[in-house]
């Protein structure tokens, strides 16, 4: 059955360091969506892609936060300066398309000490 | 944005147990996503239902969406279908907006 693939799976980092995480979605899925999910909540969108273009980053905090597709296959979530905040699980999805169903990789849980 | 309410909270069902889980949200809606969190954080889908009823083994779930609300039926509860049931919602713009889900229990 296809996958998404997350990596690393757990990331510990201190404070005001850079982290980065990676996710490969399903094979000719164009929608990619990155998730944060604080402990005891539902998880929370932000940033989507439509193959290589951002369609959605609204809930993204961009002074810290960058994303990017560049090829429009795998993606990058990035970090920079990591804040005690910031821990959480990071969840990667993709869809065939834009409103289809959501299959989501094992995430990356993130702590900043 | 729509909101998402799903009720109970917490769950503790015996094992063979049936149950129903429910959804409630704000507005219209295009898209509505059950899923399952395991213990280990991953997300697994059990439907894409905005309308109707569909049927998966011993999970079931509807929609009536004129009356914005969706529910998940377990059946013959499991001691594997312990974790935290999540509703997720879409409408126009095409972002998915999850509930706090239902965590639940089955319990040998």
């Known amino acids: 059955e296809a996958e998404v693939a997350q990596s690393p799976r757990y990331k510990i980092t201190e404070k005001s360091q850079a982290v980065a995480f990676w996710c490969d979605p399903i094979s000719g899925h164009a929608t990619l969506y990155w998730y944060r999910q604080i402990l005891g909540q539902g998880p929370e969108l932000l940033v989507q892609f439509q193959d290589e273009s951002v369609v959605d980053d609204s809930q993204l905090p961009k002074d810290r936060f960058s994303a990017e597709r560049l090829k429009g296959v795998d993606s990058t979530l990035k970090i920079q300066p990591a804040e005690l905040g910031d821990s959480a699980m990071y969840l990667c999805?993709?869809?065939?398309?834009?409103?289809?169903?959501?299959?989501f990789g094992s995430g990356t849980r993130l702590t900043v000490v | 944005g729509i909101q998402v309410e799903q009720s109970p909270p917490d769950l503790i069902l015996q094992e063979g147990a049936n149950s129903t889980l429910r959804c409630n949200f704000s507005?219209?809606?295009?898209?509505l996503q059950w899923f399952h969190q395991n213990p280990w954080g991953q997300l697994i889908n059990l439907f894409y239902i905005p309308s109707g009823t569909k049927q998966n083994g011993r999970l079931s779930a509807t929609t009536v969406a004129t009356e914005r609300y969706s529910l998940l039926y377990i059946s013959s509860s499991q001691t594997t279908d312990s974790g935290v049931y999540f509703c997720?919602?879409?409408?126009?713009?095409?972002?998915?907006?999850f509930g706090k889900g239902n965590q639940v229990v089955v319990i040998p």
């Open positions: 507005d219209s809606v295009n898209n």
């Open positions: 997720a919602v879409g409408g126009g713009n095409n972002r998915l907006a």
């Open positions: 999805a993709s869809s065939f398309i834009q409103g289809g169903g959501y299959t």
